[in-house]
């Protein structure tokens, strides 16, 4: 496949953007205009979009590809016929008749969708479009887009949480065409004063800092882990995914001086042993000054679950600082962790999870206005007044081809405004633990003070 010049050259001899005065759909004039239709006429060159497209996003996280209508359909449909992710269709209005549906095609509930849109402007479409596809509860999380024009709409999906993988930027297609002569360097300028001029205002809300939740925590594990933030000057809760002991207090040892929790999976230690587990593990956290994070998971009765915290071999209300639980079993289930902190499991990063929206905002609910609850596991931005705390971190990868999705710590704290970012694979699989353990700690400390 050439080069993106050069296909950009191809697509711009299709008369995909002209040059003059246009009065958008805003009302605003602008010195271009951008209509990608005629991609859909050429069969070599639409199949050429569909690859450069498809090159952007780890598709082995999807279950469907739906197109904005109108532009992007033939492209959404180019797509799908590349990659064999199945096609829907979001229509632009319901039929009157019939199913009445806004939604075609064939599709599950807890299923996640790339969207595929043609330009971006200020992402109103996407913005009306995202709702309706969520509504049959179906995940969007990535957005892909052929063009920006670089007037805000892709900061605005992403501070919503939404991922957008962007084709081409307006600045560097002037700049292409100003190379190659076919604009004046007088029509550049003008496209560039546009640009810089009619940005889609964003009123962002300014985060809270850590100093600022310390002083407003209630909770005093809220109040520990933030107070352990700003003194060790890391967001980083390390995940300890090992499978023995040794494994267990030998990573423990080599991340704690960086981290601000440990995250473990207990019962998947295949030789646990209260004492010899547990209480080295505890003195390793009190060495380094790190807090322990059991992620049970908890997702049942209150009853069965106030056992599984307190009784069996695990004890897990003997040694762990704070929980994760599902909110599944409603308010009075999370009653029972008394002295810890929970963590309500809010949404999920997994291909195919059925923490939907309704279910997202319901579990927030409960999140909120618990006791025992500090804050929630997320994809999405959630309240200022939990903590939020976001798995799925690493520096080199998108996907594992199990239904993960990886974003990194700029992503994470700008975009979703995260308080505590989760690595698993990205430290405890590396070579060097401790060296990728400080490498993470200062990628996530300085992705939170450069905000």
Not at 99 to 116: D, F, P, R, S
Not at 132 to 145: L, Q, W
Not at 232 to 252: G, P, R, Y
């Amino acid at each position: 496949m050439e080069n993106k010049t050069e296909f950009f050259l191809e697509c711009f001899k299709l008369g995909i953007i002209k040059f003059g005065r246009f009065t958008l759909k805003s009302g605003i004039e602008s010195p271009f205009y951008v209509d990608l239709r005629p991609l859909s006429s050429n069969p070599k060159i639409l199949k050429k979009l569909a690859d450069y497209l498809l090159e952007m996003l780890p598709l082995d996280n999807f279950d469907l590809i739906c197109g904005v209508p109108y532009a992007a359909l033939p492209m959404a449909t180019a797509m799908s016929l590349e990659s064999y992710i199945p096609l829907i269709i979001k229509r632009k209005e319901a039929k009157e008749y019939g199913t009445k549906k806004l939604i075609e095609g064939i599709y599950k509930k807890g299923q996640n969708c790339i969207l595929v849109e043609d330009v971006i402007t200020s992402g109103k479409s996407l913005l009306e479009t995202i709702p309706e596809i969520e509504n049959e509860e179906i995940f969007v999380s990535d957005i892909v887009v052929v063009l920006d024009r670089e007037q805000g709409g892709k900061e605005i999906l992403e501070r919503k949480g939404y991922r957008v993988h962007t084709l081409f930027k307006i600045s560097e297609i002037v700049k292409i065409l100003r190379e190659t002569n076919e604009i004046t360097e007088s029509e550049a300028a003008r496209i560039k004063d546009f640009i810089a001029g009619n940005a889609v205002k964003f009123e962002e809300k300014k985060r809270l800092s850590y100093e600022q939740k310390l002083e407003n925590a209630e909770h005093s594990v809220a109040k520990k882990l933030l107070k352990t933030a700003i003194d060790k000057q890391s967001n980083l809760i390390a995940s300890a995914d090992v499978t023995s002991t040794a494994e267990l207090l030998n990573f423990a040892e080599k991340v704690g001086q960086h981290i601000v929790a440990l995250k473990t999976h207990i019962d998947i230690i295949s030789d646990f042993d209260f004492e010899k587990t547990i209480l080295p593990l505890k003195k390793i956290a009190e060495k380094h000054r790190f807090l322990l994070m059991e992620d049970r998971k908890f997702a049942d009765i209150g009853n069965t679950q106030e056992l599984q915290f307190t009784k069996g071999i695990y004890r897990i209300s003997d040694w762990a600082d704070f929980v994760t639980a599902q909110a599944i079993g409603g308010f009075d289930s999370l009653n029972v962790f008394e002295n810890v902190g929970v963590v309500a499991i809010l949404s999920m990063s997994s291909k195919g999870t059925l923490t939907s929206v309704p279910y997202f905002e319901e579990a927030q609910k409960i999140a909120l206005s618990h006791p025992n609850v500090i804050g929630g596991v997320s994809q999405k931005p959630i309240s200022d007044e939990l903590l939020l705390f976001t798995p799925g971190v690493n520096l080199n990868e998108k996907g594992d081809g199990k239904g993960q999705q990886y974003n990194s710590p700029e992503y994470v704290f700008k975009n979703l405004h995260t308080d505590f970012m989760i690595v698993g694979r990205g430290i405890y699989q590396s070579e060097n633990p401790e060296k990728s353990a400080l490498e993470y700690k200062i990628a996530g400390w300085m992705a939170y003070s450069e905000l």
